[in-house]
């Protein structure tokens, strides 16, 4: 964690700790109803609909980005 600085991307209510030693930027202001982690869950499990702009839908497509491992076989 100390080779790499990450971004969090806060939702209202939503708390969160940093791993000892890392650093982090807080993003505030965005407004989106649904965390990372559901997202994650999500693409893993192939489900078609995912609420992230299309830009970001885009470059996880593209990098085959968060499949499950069965689906990254074949």
């Given at each position: 964690v100390e080779a790499v600085e990450f971004i969090v991307v806060t939702r209202r209510g939503a708390a969160w700790q940093?791993?000892?030693?890392?650093?982090v930027h807080?993003?505030?202001g965005i407004d989106s109803p649904v965390s990372s982690s559901a997202v994650?869950?999500?693409?893993?499990?192939?489900?078609?609909?995912?609420?992230?702009?299309?830009?970001v839908w885009a470059y996880i497509h593209l990098r085959g980005l968060y499949r499950s491992q069965q689906s990254k076989i074949l």
């Open positions: 940093a791993p000892p030693g890392a650093v807080e993003l505030n994650r869950a999500a693409l893993a499990a192939g489900t078609p609909e995912v609420p992230v702009p299309e830009d």
